[in-house]
């Protein structure tokens, strides 16, 4: 079994180069997004959140990502962060992840 390659390896492989600012992050978790590579969304966003232009819509994709790799604690505090950010439309996934799971809290 072949060792995941960290996002910087396989941009650099792949592409020839890494993003060199937060947007390019967030176009990079984009596009890992759609062909459905969560681990590496959740590895590319953490410079989109820093910057105040790309932090809701980060925020937006690590929420989905954390749930759809079954991260269910950090997924909750995800949508959480998400809503504060803007995103009402979080609220309804937040409500799901309780409901689904009664003794989930957040902390």
Known sequence: MSERKSVREH???T????????IG????ARGYYK??????????VTPALRNERTKREAQHLLAFSFLLTGQI???AGAFFKSINYGNDTDWQPLTELFLDNPKLKLT
């Open 25 to 28: 992050w967030l176009y990079a």
């Open 15 to 22: 592409v020839g180069f890494c993003p060199k600012d937060a």
């Open 73 to 75: 604690e950090a997924a």
């Open 11 to 13: 941009l650099t492989e």
């Open 35 to 44: 062909i459905k590579d969560y681990h590496s969304v959740i590895e590319c």
